[in-house]
Structures are given as structure tokens and as C-alpha cells.
């Protein structure tokens, strides 16, 4: 089964306002969680990512908030802009894994000018 | 809920030597899979696109005689690594287009290869 999950797979949002992703997971045991960017046509891109001991990680635009008791975690962008149109993945990795990873299925965010 | 699986999730093999990974649907079909190769910095690069009954398409800088792709079914791709090499020590991952969702994907676990 799906162990993460993005139950939206499309979002649209008007350009300067905020876009919010949401992930959820069900495996207690991940420990670290990271968003990846996909434009056509190009693997995805590593774009932020947060330890579990944390709750808010910040990067210029973007923000991922990651909420333990709800196994939820969501990526703020704030302004949203053109260029931020492509599809988003959250995934997840337990600890001493060596990096195997459980991504969700996308959503693909479209920023209206 | 639908899923894609990779076998093994771990794999450690002789320099020169052949290691085969497995990425499959589970309870759909795919006619498309896509294999990524995870870089430092955590960034995945696509690899190829495994068609389904024809040869995969692979990207610029792969070689495709290294990395062989065999899409046998519509619910199985397999990546060769051919005469690995330490260099080729990576995670491999797969993943399959949504039913219906063409721009989201499932993607597997991942394949973690060391080459000794």
C-alpha cells in the first residue's frame, strides 16, 4: 500500500498568492521527508526537505511544515509564480534505511499569471 | 492501493559482473516506466523511459549498452547493470505513470547498488 500519500493531483492557484501541498504518511517510522520539483520532461529536483525533530523548514519561498501526531506534512510556496508550475512529490525515508525513499504520486501545481 | 515494487532493495556485487533490478506494477498496468538514478544532493536523474513491446528511450549521456532495459510486460521493466563498475554504485529508482494521472507517478523504493 502506499505508505505516502498526495491526495491532490492537480492544484491551480492565481499568480502572488499561496500554494499549499499536502502530503501524508502512515509509517511511523520515517524520520525524514523531502519535496522534489518535476518539469516535463526531467527527473525531479531535490527542493526542500525536514527532519523529523523539527517542525518548520523555511528556504527563501518555501516552506515545509511537517506535523508528527498527523503524520501530515505540506509545502508552502509563498508568492507563487509561473515558474513554479510542474508537479511536486513528497517523499519519505525511515532512519538507517540507507536512503530508500517512499514518494508520494504528485501534484501537479499550476500558477496562473 | 495501487504500488510499484523494486527487487532487491539491496544489492552488492563484484566489479565486472551483471546485476538485474525489477520494478513492478501492482494492480495496474503500465505501458510506460521510467528509471532514475539518485545523485548527491539528492537529486534524481532520469535514466530512460521503458516502453512497454519496444526498445526504451534513453537520455542523452546514458548508455544504453551499460544499462539494458527489458519491458516484458505491462506490469515488469527490468534494468541491467552490465560489467558494473564502482562507479556505478547508486540508487536506482523506478517509477510508472498514475491510471488516468499521466502527469503524477507512482514511483518504487528504490535500489540501492554497491559495486565493489
Known amino acids: 500500500d502506499q505508505q505516502v500519500k498526495q491526495n491532490s493531483p492537480s492544484l491551480s492557484v492565481q499568480e502572488g498568492r499561496i500554494s499549499i501541498l499536502n502530503c501524508d504518511y502512515t509509517?511511523?517510522?520515517?524520520?525524514?521527508f523531502l519535496w522534489y520539483k518535476k518539469y516535463p520532461a526531467e527527473g525531479p529536483t531535490f527542493l526542500i526537505s525536514i527532519s523529523s525533530i523539527k517542525d518548520k523548514n523555511e528556504d527563501g519561498r518555501f516552506t515545509v511544515f511537517l506535523n508528527k501526531s498527523a503524520k501530515h506534512l505540506s509545502l508552502h510556496i509563498v508568492p507563487s509564480q509561473p515558474g513554479d508550475s510542474a508537479v511536486y512529490f513528497c517523499?519519505?525515508?525511515?532512519?538507517?534505511?540507507?536512503?530508500?525513499?517512499?514518494f508520494g504520486t504528485g501534484t501537479s501545481l499550476t500558477v496562473i499569471p | 492501493g495501487a504500488v510499484v515494487s523494486q527487487h532487491p532493495s539491496w544489492v552488492i556485487c563484484k566489479s565486472g559482473t551483471s546485476v538485474k533490478i525489477e520494478c513492478r506494477s501492482l494492480?495496474?498496468?503500465?505501458?510506460?516506466m521510467f528509471w532514475y538514478r539518485q545523485f548527491p544532493k539528492q537529486s534524481l536523474m532520469l535514466m530512460a523511459t521503458s516502453n512497454e513491446g519496444s526498445k526504451a528511450t534513453y537520455e542523452q549521456g546514458v548508455e544504453k549498452d551499460k544499462f539494458l532495459i527489458n519491458h516484458a510486460s505491462l506490469t515488469l521493466s527490468t534494468l541491467t547493470v552490465t560489467s558494473a563498475h564502482p562507479e556505478d554504485s547508486s540508487f536506482y529508482i523506478c517509477s510508472a505513470p498514475r491510471p488516468g494521472k499521466p502527469d503524477t507517478q507512482y514511483f518504487g523504493p528504490g535500489t540501492r547498488l554497491t559495486v565493489l
Open positions: 517523499a519519505a525515508t525511515p532512519a538507517n534505511t540507507g536512503n530508500q525513499f517512499y
Open positions: 509509517n511511523s517510522m520515517f524520520d525524514y
Open positions: 494492480d495496474f498496468q503500465a505501458t510506460t
